[in-house]
């Protein structure tokens, strides 16, 4: 007996996904047929990006810097898809400078 039962689409959230390890992640989960909360300091080039799949992908600006942007973004996420999935923290920052 083969089982018919489809598995739900999973909902992920990733950082950084405006472009490299982020963005192919992006891709590797929409050919899964999952949906994606894309995240990054620039939105419009998220959006631009995966244009082709508004209706799985949610585009929201976030620097993970700012605690504000990240609850901001997980509540649009919710209101958006129901629930969070799986979360790809993809993005960092660096603190650059001369230290002793």
């Excluded at 891709?27 to 300091?41: E, F, Q, S, W």
């Excluded at 631009?48 to 509540?75: G, M, W």
Aim: charge should be neutral; avoid cysteine; proline fraction near 3%.
């Amino acid at each position: 007996m083969t089982n018919t039962t489809k598995t739900p689409a999973k909902t992920w959230f990733i950082t950084g996904a405006s472009r490299g390890i982020g963005a192919e992640i992006v891709r590797a989960a929409l050919a899964a047929g999952d949906r994606v909360v894309a995240t990054g300091r620039d939105a419009q080039a998220i959006a631009r990006l995966f244009e082709r799949d508004v209706e799985r992908v949610l585009p929201l600006p976030l620097d993970v810097t700012r605690e504000s942007d990240a609850i901001l973004a997980v509540e649009a996420a919710i209101a958006r898809f129901g629930r969070i999935d799986v979360l790809v923290n993809n993005a960092g920052y660096g603190l650059l400078g001369a230290f002793e």
